[in-house]
Nanobody
Framework: QVRFVESGGGLVQPGGSLKLSCVASENTFSPRTMAWYRQVRGGERRMIAVISVSGTTNYFDSAQGRFIISRDSGSNTAYLQMNGLKPEDTAVYYC?????????WGQGTQVTVYS
């Protein structure tokens, strides 16, 4: 069963940076549009950045201007460079294809921004 595996989260002070990585547990399907999502405690999981197979990107919420989504060409590996982190960015970050497949959700990676 394919799952996405996220890594790169951690503790960081406001204004700091982190780079998240995401890889499919099995390389059994062709490259798809991929997205990063985040879920704050008690909230819904929301998409914050998306990248097409050709590399076209789009950003949502406060990710615009601070986060950069990228991917390895020809694979379902994606990255999220997060700069200028704020306490409100504290959340669990997940990746998936877009539209997401419920069965592909991984454990996510926790990002905590504290002062």
């Amino acid at each position: 069963q394919v799952r996405f595996v996220e890594s790169g989260g951690g503790l960081v002070q406001p204004g700091g940076s982190l780079k998240l990585s995401c890889v499919a547990s099995e390389n059994t399907f062709s490259p798809r549009t991929m997205a990063w999502y985040r879920q704050v405690r008690g909230g819904e999981r929301r998409m914050i950045a998306v990248i097409s197979v050709s590399g076209t990107t789009n950003y949502f919420d406060s990710a615009q201007g601070r986060f950069i989504i990228s991917r390895d060409s020809g694979s379902n590996t994606a990255y999220l460079q997060m700069n200028g982190l704020k306490p409100e960015d504290t959340a669990v970050y997940y990746c998936n294809i877009h539209p997401f497949r419920r069965e592909y959700w991984g454990q996510g990676t926790q990002v905590t921004v504290y002062s």
